[in-house]
């Protein structure tokens, strides 16, 4: 089961964090990924990080969001600063199955959380 929180509304420039909680299995065997979807449009890939840590992000992210992991909390986390109207989503954590590869595309992903509602505006 995969839990996120820590969205919200703030406006243009702001910062946020989501922190995504993982009950069950471990973190450590997975591939871990957020994702958006706003009104209208397809579920698109954020970033992602690895078994071993290693991280990718979407083009459009350009430095502003940090993706992480503690494995000990079994918790992932996006960092987003410089928030544009344009990151309005809902924001999505999402695991692979046991050692499944990082992709930012979802269809690489068998577990989703419920979403947590991120809201930019002008």
């Known amino acids: 089961q995969l839990v996120e929180s820590g969205g919200g509304s703030v406006q243009r420039g702001g910062s946020l964090r989501l922190s995504c909680v993982a009950s069950?299995?471990?973190?450590?065997?997975?591939?871990m990924g957020w994702f958006r979807q706003a009104p209208g449009k397809e579920r698109e890939g954020v970033a992602t990080?690895?078994?071993?840590?290693?991280?990718t992000y979407a083009d459009f992210v350009q430095g502003r969001f940090t993706v992480s992991k503690d494995n000990a909390a079994n918790t992932l986390s996006l960092l987003m600063n410089s928030l544009q109207p344009e990151d309005t989503a809902m924001y999505y954590c999402?695991?692979?199955?046991?050692?499944?590869?990082?992709?930012?595309?979802?269809?690489?992903?068998?577990?989703w959380g419920q979403g947590t509602q991120v809201t930019v505006s002008s």
């Open positions: 069950g299995n471990p973190i450590t065997s997975r591939s």
């Open positions: 999402a695991a692979t199955r046991t050692f499944g590869n990082p992709s930012l595309l979802k269809d690489a992903y068998s577990y």
């Open positions: 990080i690895d078994r071993g840590g290693k991280t």
